[in-house]
């Protein structure tokens, strides 16, 4: 063998390694809260399939949030009707929630029994979506 092939095969599978490890896109990272949207002081999230997929890309917001705490359904619902409007949210008719291209859905519902005892606690669900598609988002 000539021995100005030498270096070219030691060379040769540090170039093969480095062809295979192509940089790959990282998913979106996985939201625990969105910006924007207030939660009451106490609440801690919940872990549900849904929430593992929700996520932002620049201005499209996609996905489910949801938190367990103490209150009632009463109480967490006036809490959002008096927080979101100071971040910029309009609650429309159908009660749906909009600021820009975003809709929120809020829904408070009592814990089930088994999660706690003796305490009042409830679930609240945030629904978010985005009116465009992300690739129309700009």
């Given at each position: 063998?000539?021995?100005?092939a030498f270096p070219i095969l030691l060379l040769a599978p540090l170039l093969a390694a480095a062809c295979q490890s192509?940089?790959?896109q990282a998913p979106p990272p996985?939201?625990?809260?969105?910006?924007?949207?207030?939660?009451?002081?106490g609440f801690e999230p919940l872990e549900t399939v849904a929430a593992k997929a929700a996520f932002q890309i620049g201005e499209f917001r996609h996905?489910?949030?949801?938190?367990?705490?103490?209150g009632t359904v009463e109480g967490v619902e006036e809490y959002y009707r008096g927080r979101l409007p100071v971040h910029g949210w309009q609650e429309a008719p159908?009660?749906?929630?909009?600021?820009?291209?975003?809709?929120?859905?809020?829904?408070?519902?009592?814990?089930?029994?088994?999660?706690?005892e003796g305490f009042n606690k409830v679930v609240v669900t945030l629904r978010?979506?985005?009116?465009r598609?992300?690739?129309?988002s700009r």
């Open positions: 063998m000539p021995l100005n192509a940089p790959r996985v939201l625990t809260a969105w910006p924007d949207v207030p939660v009451p002081q996905g489910e949030l949801s938190y367990l705490g103490l159908d009660g749906v929630w909009k600021k820009g291209p975003w809709r929120l859905t809020v829904t408070v519902t009592n814990a089930p029994k088994e999660v706690y978010m979506r985005s009116e598609t992300p690739l129309t």
